[in-house]
């Protein structure tokens, strides 16, 4: 048994972090997002650490069902352990500006937590955009006012709000707009990104905005971003909250077999590579053999299914909860995430591949060498080049041919490297006795 297979669910045992309470600003459950998963896991750590008060801050549903985000099945969203409140303010007043009226909400929730949380605060929020901005709008008032002492303010930069925010600002000469991202994820105490590729991103970034308005953030940014990958609940995979019977049962209700299938399971957005997918399975050995299995929403769900022009072969599943993710990656024969750049998105880190690595799957993960991905997966996947479908359709045959023995030799050197990613290993370093200090 590796080192990783022994990491089990233990009991807390005093606070082993330098700060008292905990609020998280992001879009939570039920929201198909990996940064939502990273949400949920961040407070069980905080919550497993000894953290006293863990506080999420989120949108109400209503609005979450209203926004055309791709949302789970609200009975299958698991539910948060005891200590963890979860908190929708509603709109203030009656003016029709929607968006001013959840800000100020959110900002006002966050000052009336402020005011009541006694001992040492962190505040984090995932998604600058306008998530940063609501936190620092909400400290800001709260410390100038007296109502609060100054928190500890961590922003983590998840990718998107560099690759499309700040990066459509610069292409459409709205230049203020990304100093606006730039200055407020450096007013946090601490500015972290998803990846050392996201890092590399936003400092190429405050190049471009000081080369059109002479500012120095490039210089500030090179400073103090640092890196804190995405936090991952290893324990989930380890020791697997489903039976192998109930395993057995989640995979017959949709007509599929243990090591019967080859799995994509991510949003559908034709930056993930779906496309590149169906057509190089068609040419695969693997077509007919097994069926291939998409699972997931999202905006082009309709565009892919398409391109699969109602072959039988290919499933799709867009109402999948979270023990249904946990029992299609583990029992799957091979797990593909084809991702590729995109104007519109290019893949920062990759949550959905370290969580299929961590589920102990039959099969090997094949993916991509895109933006944050090689940080996700390491030496411990089979890659093909990003839009080359008849590369994608070599890694599919290597997979038809590959003895089952080397396989599942391949699952468990990537369950082994996954296990770096564990939710309380990440929350422990971020909130770092010395870092936490630091900004005291």
């Not at 539910?79 to 900002?107: E, H, Q």
């Not at 799709?316 to 909860?321: L, R, S, V």
């Amino acid at each position: 048994m590796s080192l990783c297979d022994q990491q089990r669910r233990a009991p807390a045992l005093g606070s082993s972090l330098p700060v008292d309470n905990l609020i998280i600003l992001s879009r939570a459950d039920p929201i198909i997002c990996g940064h939502s998963t990273e949400t949920r896991n961040l407070a069980e750590a905080a919550l497993r650490l000894g953290v006293q008060n863990v506080h999420i801050v989120s949108y109400p549903l209503d609005v979450l069902a209203s926004s055309g985000l791709p949302l789970k099945p609200e009975n299958s969203v698991g539910v948060y352990s005891a200590g963890i409140t979860v908190d929708r303010p509603a709109p203030v007043g009656d003016y029709k500006v929607l968006d001013g009226r959840l800000s100020a909400a959110i900002s006002g929730h966050m000052i009336n937590l402020l005011s009541r949380l006694s001992g040492k605060t962190a505040v984090m929020d995932l998604y600058l955009v306008p998530h940063g901005q609501m936190v620092m709008q909400a400290v800001a008032s709260a410390c100038r006012s007296g109502i609060a002492d100054a928190p500890v303010t961590i922003g983590e930069a998840v990718g998107s709000d560099i690759t499309n925010v700040v990066s459509n600002a610069l292409a459409t000469g709205q230049s203020g707009a990304a100093a606006l991202v730039m200055q407020n994820y450096l007013d946090h105490d601490q500015p972290v990104a998803v990846s050392a590729f996201t890092r590399e991103l936003i400092v190429a970034s405050g190049a471009k905005v000081d080369q059109a308005l002479g500012t120095n953030f490039s210089q500030q940014l090179s400073e103090r971003v640092r890196i804190s990958y995405p936090a991952i609940d290893t324990s989930a995979y380890l020791s697997p909250t489903i039976s192998e019977s109930e395993q057995a049962a989640i995979l017959s209700k949709r007509g599929l077999v243990r090591d019967g299938y080859v799995l994509f399971l991510s949003r559908l957005t034709k930056a993930k590579g779906v496309e590149d997918l169906i057509r190089a399975y068609r040419e695969s050995k693997l077509y007919r053999q097994l069926p291939l299995v998409i699972c997931g929403s999202g905006p082009d769900e309709s565009f892919f299914h398409k391109v699969a022009n109602s072959d039988t072969s290919i499933l799709f599943f867009n109402d999948i909860g979270d023990l249904d993710k946990l029992a299609l990656m583990s029992g799957c024969h091979a797990y593909c995430l084809p991702s590729k750049p995109r104007v519109e998105f290019t893949e920062t880190f990759g949550i959905a591949i370290a969580e299929a690595m961590l589920s102990g799957g039959i099969g090997p993960v094949i993916t991509t060498r895109t933006g944050g991905i090689p940080e996700a997966t390491g030496d411990h996947c089979l890659y093909h080049k990003a839009g080359d479908v008849a590369d994608l359709v070599a890694c599919l045959n290597k997979v038809a041919s590959m003895p089952d023995h080397f396989r599942a030799h391949l699952s468990q050197q990537a369950r082994n490297y996954a296990c770096r990613f564990d939710r309380e290993k990440i929350l422990k370093n971020l909130l770092a006795e010395n870092s936490v200090q630091a900004v005291a």
